[in-house]
C-alpha cells in the first residue's frame, strides 16, 4: 500500500504530528500541502508536486510556545490556506495566505479562543471556518468559534463540560463538515477523578453551531454534560480518547476510540447508522496481522471518494508500555465495506529503539471528498515534559490507489 515514506523534516518536535484533531494534509488539484511541528516549537509548512514529486521549501509561518503549539489547517473554495496554532493556553494564532494555493506568504497573526489547546478546524461550503478546541476556565471545556467569510471570529460557547470539581481535564474536539453545512463533532472527556477518559460522545450541528443535537436529532442544552444523551461509550471504569472523525459517502459519522486500560490495549470502530451506533472491535484485525502486538493509543481515519475507509493506527506491546514507547509502530488498516472486513499493513520499517506514532492521516478539510490519502507521522521518542528531548524525523507517506 505504501509507495513512498519521504522525511520532510530533521528538526521535528517530539509532538511534530500530533494531534488527532487537527487536519494537517490537504491536497488541492496537484498540490498537497502539510503542516507540522518542528522543534521545540515553530509552525512549518510544505507542499508537494504530485505530478513532478518535488517538494517545496519548507515555510516558516509562526512560532509556539512548547510541543503543544501545533496547527490546524483548511482551505477555502478561493484556495486560501487558513492555519490555527499554539501558544498551549492560547489564543490562538490565526493566518491566512495571502495568495491562493501558495504558502510562501502568510497574514499578520490575528488571534482567537481562551486559553486554547488542540484547536480543530473546518472551512463549510459558505467558506465559514468552523473552530473547536480545549479552553475556557479551569477545569478547562470544549469550546467552540465561528468566522464568517469576511467577517470576524464569534464569541466563545461551551458546548461540552466534563463537571469535573477541579484540576487538569482533556478533551478529544475533531471537527468535520458535510456538503449541507452540517457540522459533526466527535470528543472524549478526560479527567483525574479518577485520572481516565470516560466517556465519548458526538455532537451535530446544522445551523454553523448555534445549537446542536445527538446523532438521533435530540437537541442538548449546552454545555453537553456526562449526564447529557450524547455519549456513544461511557463509564467511570474505562480510559478512552478518541479519533478524529470520518464520513462515509452516506454521511454517517465513523470513529474509533482506543481502550488504554484493557490489556492488551484495544481499539473500538463505531458508526452510526441513522438509528443506533455500532460498534467493530478492531484488535482481531491487529492480531491476526502483527502476532503479539495490540493497539496502543493515536489513530486516525478517512474515506476516499470510492468510499473506501483508511485506518491509521499505532500498534505496541500487549503490555501497554509508556507514552511514546520505542515498541511503537504505525499499521494502516483499509476497508472496502466499512468496517466490516480489513486489509492490513505496517506503515514504517519496525525500528525496537525508536517509536514511530502521532499519526495524522489525510481527511476532508471541507466538505469537498478526497483522494487517495497521503498521511505524516513522527519517528523519535517523547522527551520530556512539553520541551524536552530530542528532534525527531517527520514522515510523509504516499499511499497506492488500491485499483491501481
Known amino acids: 500500500m505504501v509507495t513512498r515514506d519521504e522525511t520532510i ?25 502539510v503542516a507540522w511541528l518542528d522543534h521545540v516549537a515553530d509552525i512549518q509548512v510544505r507542499s508537494l508536486n504530485r505530478e513532478t514529486g518535488v517538494w517545496s521549501e519548507t515555510v516558516l ?17 478561493r484556495g486560501h490556506l487558513h492555519i490555527v496554532y499554539g501558544p ?11 495568495r491562493p494555493h501558495d504558502v510562501s506568504a502568510w497574514s499578520p497573526v490575528e488571534e482567537v479562543g481562551v486559553f486554547a489547546t488542540y484547536p480543530s478546524l473546518v472551512c463549510g461550503p459558505d467558506d465559514t471556518l468552523h473552530l473547536t478546541y480545549r479552553g475556557g476556565d479551569m477545569p478547562r471545556r470544549l469550546m467552540y468559534q ?17 463537571k469535573a470539581p477541579s484540576g487538569y481535564t482533556q478533551y478529544g474536539n475533531a471537527l468535520a463538515v458535510d456538503a449541507a453545512n452540517t457540522l459533526h463533532l466527535v470528543f472524549h472527556i478526560y479527567d483525574r477523578h479518577p485520572a481516565g477518559g470516560k466517556a465519548a460522545g458526538y455532537l451535530t450541528s446544522t445551523d454553523a453551531g ?53 490489556r492488551p ?38 474515506f476516499d471518494t470510492s468510499g473506501r475507509l483508511y485506518l491509521a493506527i499505532v500498534t505496541g506491546s500487549p503490555s501497554g508500555g509508556g507514552w511514546g514507547s520505542p515498541s511503537w509502530e504505525a499499521a494502516l488498516l483499509v476497508s472496502d465495506d466499512q468496517g466490516q472486513t480489513f486489509e492490513t ?46 528532534c525527531t524525523t517527520v514522515h510523509a507517506v504516499t499511499l497506492r490507489d488500491p485499483e491501481e
Not at 88 to 98: E, I, K
Not at 238 to 251: E, F, H, I, W
Not at 276 to 282: E, F, G, K, P, T
Open 61 to 77: 509561518v509562526g512560532k509556539g510556545v512548547d510541543n503543544h503549539s501545533g496547527p490546524a489547517i483548511t482551505m477555502d473554495s
Open 210 to 262: 448555534r445549537t446542536w443535537q445527538t446523532a438521533e436529532g435530540v437537541r442538548v442544552a449546552l454545555p453537553a454534560t456526562p449526564g447529557t444523551p450524547c455519549f456513544f461509550a461511557q463509564s467511570p471504569e474505562l480510559d478512552m480518547r478518541t479519533s478524529n472523525v470520518a464520513l462515509s459517502p452516506q454521511g454517517r459519522p465513523f470513529v474509533f476510540t482506543s481502550h488504554l486500560k484493557q
Open 345 to 390: 499493513c505496517a506503515l514504517a520499517d519496525a525500528n525496537p529503539q525508536v517509536p514511530a506514532w502521532l499519526l495524522n492521516v489525510e481527511r476532508p478539510y471541507s466538505h469537498r471528498p478526497i483522494d487517495t490519502p497521503m498521511l505524516l507521522y513522527t519517528r523519535g521518542g517523547p522527551g520530556k515534559g512539553c520541551t524536552g528531548g530530542d
Open 88 to 98: 498551549h493556553h492560547g489564543p490562538f494564532n490565526f493566518q491566512t495566505t495571502q
Open 9 to 33: 523534516s530533521r528538526n521535528g518536535s517530539t509532538r511534530a504530528t500530533a494531534y488527532a484533531m487537527s487536519c494537517k494534509v490537504i491536497t488541492a488539484g496537484n498540490t498537497t500541502f
Open 265 to 302: 490495549p484495544g481499539a473500538t470502530l463505531w458508526s452510526h447508522d441513522g438509528t443506533a451506533w455500532r460498534r467493530r472491535d478492531l484488535l482481531p484485525e491487529i492480531s491476526k496481522a502483527f502476532p503479539e502486538r495490540a493497539v496502543a493509543m493515536h489513530g486516525t481515519l478517512t
Open 146 to 162: 465561528r468566522r464568517p467569510k469576511g467577517g470576524n471570529w464569534s464569541d466563545p460557547v461551551e458546548v461540552v463540560d466534563s
